[in-house]
């Protein structure tokens, strides 16, 4: 590689968006999605709490009531949200499954909406002992 081509390189690197990994953004994120600040409440998320690998995580997410929609946020990945589901009105028990990927041991978010604007949301700390994002 000649060196303007590493020149043009780092500089087209140097112009990529920063990743948003932080608690800030996750807050942030989920009061976008919500609509509001949500309130602890009564959400289901089973996940292992000790991950030996982060590349493919599987994670289960469920509303004891019916609600409009469910999501799922991590403040350490480079984008905070990582799913939402939304639900019609005749599904009486709302629950999504999913694999993700995790950055590293950090704090998972499940936040629930209701049709009628309450919110509300529940975390689950997970240790990760192999890391995803940060492999080639």
């Given amino acids: 590689m000649r060196r303007r081509e590493l020149l043009v390189s780092?500089?087209?690197f140097a112009a990529l968006p920063e990743a948003r990994a932080t608690e800030?953004?996750?807050q942030a994120a989920i009061r976008a999605w919500a609509g509001r600040e949500?309130?602890?409440g009564p959400l289901k998320i089973e996940m292992a709490e000790l991950v030996e690998n982060g590349n493919a995580v599987p994670v289960r997410v469920q509303a004891s009531e019916p609600v409009a929609g469910?999501?799922?946020f991590t403040p350490l990945n480079p984008e905070p949200g990582v799913v939402q589901v939304a639900f019609g009105p005749a599904v009486a028990?709302?629950?999504f499954s999913t694999r993700m990927r995790l950055a590293r041991s950090q704090r998972i978010v499940a936040v629930a909406k209701a049709a009628d604007g309450r919110c509300w949301m529940s975390g689950l700390d997970v240790i990760v002992t192999l890391a995803a994002c940060v492999e080639p």
Avoid: H, K, S
Wanted: charged letters at 20%; aromatic letters at 0%.
């Fill in 24 to 26: 800030a953004a996750m």
């Fill in 10 to 12: 780092a500089v087209a």
């Fill in 38 to 40: 949500p309130e602890a």
């Fill in 70 to 72: 469910l999501a799922l």
């Fill in 93 to 95: 028990r709302p629950e």
